[in-house]
């Protein structure tokens, strides 16, 4: 295997944009309906990823909230939790920030409770028998009202224990975040993390509003923050991790070819990316395969390997200890290869 790919699979790694209900395998998919009586559209498994061929974000959401529409019970999402640990595990990620769409089961009529019980106790056991930390971030859909927002936000007070954060996802544009000002200045006042998708489709305003407006502490994508040279230089003055996707922006045509990602220019102008899986699941792989897609296409140097891998644990929410635990940890796995 290429050195510097080895180097950055066998890497100690942090995720930070991982949508769980976005790392959902047909084979689990078909597993699940089948034992809660749910039907498919789809006959079989092939089927299924045949399917996964996407023009826009849009195409992609319609189909992800179909295919979340099979998990019911607390197991259902314990079970697709741990599915997800055991990749991340095998990919050597040892923190993990992992985003929930909450509201995408309870209008469904699913048991908030459920929800998020089943995803923590994965969690927690992904923890203690996996040695993988973890961070929970809620996150609101963009398309749905600004009051509905506030209301998942209090159905999620008894659990805000398990809480680290919240973040804003699915349909980006006609939806900027500003629209969630409200809403995001009361998770800041519950002391929840802040996070937003912005800068994927939609236009670098969005990635101004996300910083003025919500106060957020990354930002998810960005890549079209490189088309305001105000905002790459506000970004990078701040050290704004960035949480990039790059199979994702390759199915979702947010970039036409891997050798035009624009890790490479972030990098070059000071900005901190670091590399995701967003939807495994949907978009061909977890974050191993994204670190070979980006290195098969792209001319990274070793540095800039490392510099994605610390960025990983430099933009997590881990405590300062951990974080400085996490670092030595990487350093020392870098001064052996
Ligand atoms: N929900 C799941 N994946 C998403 C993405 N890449 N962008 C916006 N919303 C999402
Ligand atoms: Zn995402």
Redesign the pocket.
């Known amino acids: 295997m290429n050195a510097l790919l080895s180097l950055a699979h066998n890497a100690p790694k942090a995720e930070l944009h991982l ?1 769980i ?2 790392s959902f395998e047909p084979e689990l998919m078909f597993e699940i309906a089948q034992r809660n009586g749910v039907k498919l559209p789809f006959s079989s498994v092939e089927e299924i990823r045949a399917a996964y061929d996407f023009a826009n ?1 849009q195409e ?2 319609d189909i ?1 909230y179909q295919g979340m529409s099979v998990l019911l019970h607390e197991q259902d999402f314990y079970d697709l939790t741990m599915a997800y640990l055991r990749r991340a595990h095998n990919d050597n990620v040892i923190h993990t920030e992992i985003f929930f ?1 909450p509201q995408g089961h309870t209008e469904r009529g699913v048991a908030f409770a459920d929800a998020i019980g089943g995803i923590a106790r994965a969690l927690d056991d992904g923890r203690k028998n996996m040695g993988i930390s973890s961070r929970l971030i809620m ?1 609101f859909l963009r398309h749905l009202s600004e009051d509905d927002a506030h209301a998942t936000l209090e159905e999620a007070k008894p659990f805000l224990p398990l809480i680290d954060g919240v973040g804003l ?2 349909s ?1 544009l006609g939806h900027p975040p500003a629209k969630f000002k409200n809403v995001f200045a009361k998770a800041r006042d519950l002391g929840l993390h802040l996070v937003a ?1 912005a800068g ?1 489709e939609g236009p670098p305003a969005y990635v101004w509003e996300a910083l003025d407006i919500l106060k957020v502490q990354r930002i998810d ?1 960005g890549n079209r923050a490189l088309e305001d040279e105000k905002l790459v230089k506000r970004l990078a003055d701040e050290g704004m991790c960035l949480t990039v ?1 790059p199979l ?1 922006n390759l199915k ?1 045509c947010v970039i036409d070819n891997m050798r035009n990602h624009p890790i490479p220019a972030m990098l070059a102008a000071g900005l901190k990316p670091c590399v995701n899986a ?2 495994p699941s949907y978009f061909g792989g977890y974050v191993n395969d994204n670190f070979t897609a980006l290195i098969d296409a792209l001319p990274l140097t070793r540095a800039d390997i490392e510099a994605l891998l610390r960025n990983s644990f430099d933009g997590s929410f881990m405590s300062d200890s951990e974080k400085a635990a996490a670092l030595t940890k990487l350093d020392a796995y870098l001064a052996g290869v």
Do not use: A, P, R
């Open positions: 949508h209900e976005g974000l992609f959401l992800y769409d996150c996802d699915s980006e998708h994927e994508h996707c994702s979702l967003d939807d």
